[in-house]
């Protein structure tokens, strides 16, 4: 089957810098994509990685490594508004997203 | 402003009823997606439409139908509601399908079936 695993919860103190794990297990490997959703609104779009290594944009920054099934999103100089759900989701062999349950980011001053 | 938009915000629906759904897209994506989400579980794919005219089954696609009779929208019915559809309904779209595109989403419709 396929499987997408990530803690479902995490705490950080604003200005440090937390790394959210993702491993999968899917049928073929079309890319990793992150999202963000704050409480009871709909996910954005992060970080999309395809080949191995790290993406870096801005405060996030975005690793893969294929061979492991492994991915983390890094987010530095953290801020109370990245208090959120994170979301990693891999798109298979038929280009559909599958997607992790998601990991609860809270932030404490 | 472009993007998704999706109605009703929230509709609370006795059992047996029947409901759509709206969504509608201005960005002339060829790929709308309709998923539900559930409390620690990840977001499930119900109906995708690769193109207008042309819809599939994604992961849980029984009690629900769709129809994508131009680009712009893709509602999604629910022919007699039952209370396990309570969810969190979210509507998508990306540029195509067939290749790894971002996806953007509506707001979503909050339902619950009583």
């Known amino acids: 089957g396929q499987n997408i695993d990530q803690p479902t919860e995490m705490t950080a103190t604003e200005g440090a810098i937390v790394q959210i794990n993702c491993t999968y297990q899917t049928s073929g490997f079309n890319g990793l994509f992150w999202y963000q959703q704050h409480a009871g609104e709909a996910p954005t779009f992060l970080s999309y990685n395809v080949l191995d290594g790290l993406e870096e944009k801005g405060r996030f920054s975005s690793f893969l490594s294929r061979?492991?099934?492994?991915?983390?999103?890094?987010?530095?100089?953290?801020?109370?508004?990245?208090?959120?759900?994170?979301?990693?989701?891999?798109?298979?062999?038929?280009y559909q997203l599958i997607w992790g349950a998601g990991t609860k980011l809270i932030i404490k001053p | 402003i472009a993007g998704i938009t999706q109605a009703p915000t929230s509709q609370i629906l006795a059992a047996g009823?029947?409901?759509?759904?709206?969504?509608?897209?201005?960005?002339?994506?060829?790929?709308?997606?309709?998923?539900?989400?559930?409390?620690?579980?990840?977001?499930?794919?119900?109906?995708?439409?690769?193109?207008?005219?042309?819809?599939?089954k994604g992961e849980v696609p029984d009690g629900y139908s769709v129809s994508r009779a131009n680009t712009d929208d893709f509602p999604l019915t629910l022919a007699s509601a039952v209370?396990?559809?309570?969810?969190?309904?979210?509507?998508?779209?990306s540029e195509g399908s067939g290749r790894a595109n971002e996806q953007f989403f509506g707001p979503g419709t909050r339902l619950t079936v009583l």
């Open chain 1, 67 to 94: 061979s492991k099934g492994y991915s983390y999103l890094l987010l530095k100089e953290l801020q109370m508004k990245d208090s959120a759900s994170y979301l990693c989701a891999v798109m298979d062999s038929n």
């Open chain 2, 17 to 56: 009823r029947r409901m759509t759904l709206r969504c509608t897209q201005d960005m002339r994506h060829n790929a709308m997606y309709w998923y539900r989400q559930d409390l620690g579980l990840g977001l499930r794919l119900i109906h995708y439409s690769n193109t207008a005219g042309t819809t599939g």
């Open chain 2, 83 to 93: 209370p396990s559809q309570t969810s969190v309904y979210f509507c998508a779209s």
